[in-house]
């Protein structure tokens, strides 16, 4: 093909020089800077292709104007009207500006010649370009779009196989284009967070990739030195990232070791405080991933894997840990902890093992709420996988947009961030912290009119009380105590014997209130859940998992009817195991057994407990088939004595496995507890 698109009036020799460009090549006219970039430039960098945005149908869909982003599809003018979002979410313009379809049209070129592909390209960069200001709607999405735009011209102009017939004008436009839209990110960063993560990606990306541009070197000075103060100031001791959700953890990630290779591969000085923060964030990418492979989502964000960064950290930093998880296991050496805390951000993550995708794993959030507006109120909640699938989940995001209709009118936004959305316990309905409305202002990303909620009060004082671990026990106490009511929640979660679960929850209050315990069950639960109750107990039975409750007078269980959001603007009908109780101080127990093929019985009922005046616990009977075990819990951290039936205890929690006859075959619990039967003083083995 030796036509070129949007063909303009042919360069002159008395072409005008380019101040935006370095000698000698602020001296080129059009055609002769053209073939320069066509050239090998020595540059090296790797584009990044969002698969999901760059899908074969949504590119066809893309060149027939019709576009598709959140589950919504608008079918724009021709040409488009670039500054009329023509949906109510403002997500969905924000990702029409952002161009990830520019990577999979110019791929489309690359890979197959395709012309429309290439022609399409071309009209929706010069359509923006003529009518759109570079900072238009945020920052970040200007960042975005520099990357995308960039991505894009690897597979057309820069040391492309195949070379696309542009107009050399137009070409030098996009450059100018480019130009300033890295000059107005370099004047407006972010302050602080993953926006700005990934503005100064593409303020560095453009930097190396276009060394011509007279400001190259500035950009790559401010980007780089500007990258490690952002990687300091946002990841938090443990390695977490400040947001404190583990998607935009990634994403952050992402863009950092972006930043480095594009550094290494160029020739470029890497600070070596960068790898050191580099590493300490993938040690937690490494715990926090399910064995399947992907990481569940806490607070905003997807589900989706990450394990190409973990290959990198292992290629990195030599960890063969994480080649191992990278790898499913099929390369490098499993990690030696298989329980890790990470206290800065209250992330603690318990599994049963590394041998395979059947390894069950936990993660208890019991820490801050996050910088930011990312932060879901879901203190003490958890999410459990177990053989390759994801069992109690957390909710999801779904969505960012408060806009309701007359045919809908739940605010998706409020619903997926609250509390009651949660695998946690919600009281009186409300939230953790206090979420009220307020007006939108003018001038932001939002339409005039509308009304989005904004965290008006201090987040819960969220801690963890205690933790150990054992070959034959893993436990984790927290404790949240809301400024939003009185009431105090406390949480132990128990592994035993690497096998089945106990989720205690125990709430005290100086006034009543309305308690509801959530379990929310994954979509693939929906309409396969079942719940029976009869005098003594109440059984979940749903794919994958059993769990069982002591029935308890003024404590109602069902099966509710729930959402869950695996993508953004993707939300699916899932069920949720809801018990409910009205008390000034209420408890709840919960055994969840994981199972991969026909569910064992499994029953659970209260035992008699006494303490000191004043003083509260539980006592479980847990009957998994044969298997006979049992748990105490004081509701408190505060050792104290107890009788159990017949036994006396002193400690602050205790479990116990017997034969089928009742003889005690051996008691677990923390150090300095003690332990009397009728038949004498008994060893207590520690965790």
């Known amino acids: ?119 399409h390209w071309v009209t929706l960069v010069d359509g923006w370009m003529r009518v759109t200001p570079p900072g238009f709607i945020a920052a970040d999405v200007t960042g975005r779009r520099v990357q995308n735009w960039i991505y894009s011209l690897h597979a057309l102009v820069l040391d492309a196989a195949r070379p696309a017939p542009l107009d050399p004008a137009f070409f030098r436009r996009l450059l100018h284009s480019l130009h300033a839209q890295v000059e107005h990110l370099c004047a407006h960063l972010t302050p602080k967070r993953n926006h700005r993560t990934l503005e100064l990606l593409a303020i560095f990306l453009a930097g190396v990739v276009f060394p011509e541009f007279e400001r190259a070197a500035a950009w790559r000075e401010l980007a780089l030195a500007e990258t490690l103060a952002n990687v300091q100031a946002d990841l938090m001791a443990d390695g977490v990232h400040c947001e404190l959700s583990t998607d935009y953890h990634h994403l952050a990630v992402r863009n950092w070791l972006q930043v480095r290779h594009l550094a290494a591969d160029n020739g470029h000085p890497v600070p070596a405080a960068l790898d050191r923060a580099l590493e300490a964030a993938l040690v937690f990418s490494l715990h926090v991933h399910q064995p399947s492979g992907a990481a569940p989502s806490f607070s905003d964000g997807d589900v989706r894997g990450f394990l190409p960064l973990l290959a990198q950290g292992a290629a990195l930093f030599g960890r063969e840990d994480m080649r191992f998880v990278a790898s499913g296991g099929r390369e490098g050496t499993p990690p030696q902890a298989r329980v890790a805390h990470f206290p800065a951000s209250g992330y603690h993550v318990v599994r049963s093992d590394w041998a395979g995708s059947d390894a069950q794993h936990l993660v208890f959030d019991c820490g801050p709420l996050g910088e930011g507006n990312h932060g879901h109120f879901d203190a003490l909640s958890f999410e459990l996988a177990a053989f390759g699938e994801p069992l109690v989940v957390d909710p999801g995001r779904y969505t960012y947009s408060e806009a309701t209709t007359p045919e809908d009118p739940c605010n998706w936004r409020v619903h997926f961030r609250g509390t009651a959305a949660h695998n946690t316990v919600c009281v009186d309905g409300r939230n953790q912290t206090r979420y009220e409305p307020r007006p939108i202002k003018d001038g932001t990303r939002h339409g005039p009119g509308q009304v989005r909620h904004r965290i008006a009060g201090p987040a819960p004082d969220t801690r963890l009380l205690e933790a150990c671990s054992g070959e034959r026990l893993d436990l984790l106490h927290g404790r949240c105590a809301s400024q939003a009511y009185d009431a105090v929640h406390e949480r132990c979660i128990v592994f035993v014997d690497r096998g089945y679960w106990i989720v205690a929850d125990w709430l005290e209050a100086t006034e009543e209130h309305q308690y509801a315990l959530k379990f929310q069950l994954a979509a693939r639960a929906h309409d396969l859940a079942a719940l029976r109750a009869d005098d003594g107990c109440v059984r979940l039975a749903s794919p994958g998992l059993v769990a069982a409750q002591a029935r308890r007078p003024g404590h109602r269980a069902e099966l509710q009817a729930g959402w869950v959001s695996k993508d953004y603007g993707h939300k699916q009908p899932a069920p949720a195991l809801v018990t409910t109780a009205h008390a000034r101080s209420a408890a709840f127990d919960t055994v969840l057994l994981p199972c991969r093929d026909a569910a064992p019985d499994l ?85």
């Open 1 to 119: 093909m030796s036509t070129t698109l949007l063909s303009r009036a042919p360069a002159t020799a008395n072409t005008p020089v380019d101040a935006l460009l370095r000698a000698p090549w602020n001296r080129l006219d059009d055609a002769a800077l053209l073939a320069h970039f066509r050239g090998d430039r020595g540059i090296r960098f790797t584009p990044v292709v969002d698969a999901q945005e760059c899908r074969p149908e949504k590119l066809a869909g893309v060149m027939a104007r019709r576009f598709e982003f959140n589950g919504e599809t608008h079918r724009l003018p021709d040409p488009i009207d670039w500054l009329t979002n023509p949906s109510p979410d403002v997500e969905w313009h924000i990702l029409l500006h952002k161009f990830y379809y520019a990577v999979g049209l110019g791929l489309a070129w690359q890979d197959r010649g395709d012309r429309e592909a290439l022609r």
């Open 603 to 687: 029953r659970v009922a209260d035992l008699a407990v006494r303490g000191a005046s004043g003083a509260a616990a539980t006592a479980l009977r847990i009957v998994i088939g044969e298997r006979q075990d049992g748990w105490f819990h004081a509701h408190g951290a505060t050792e104290a004595h107890w009788q159990i039936g017949d036994w006396q205890f002193s400690g602050r929690w205790l479990h116990w496995r017997s034969d089928p006859e009742g003889r005690l075959l051996r008691a677990v619990s923390h150090a300095g507890a003690t332990l009397r039967t009728p038949n004498g003083p008994v060893e207590v083995l520690c965790a």
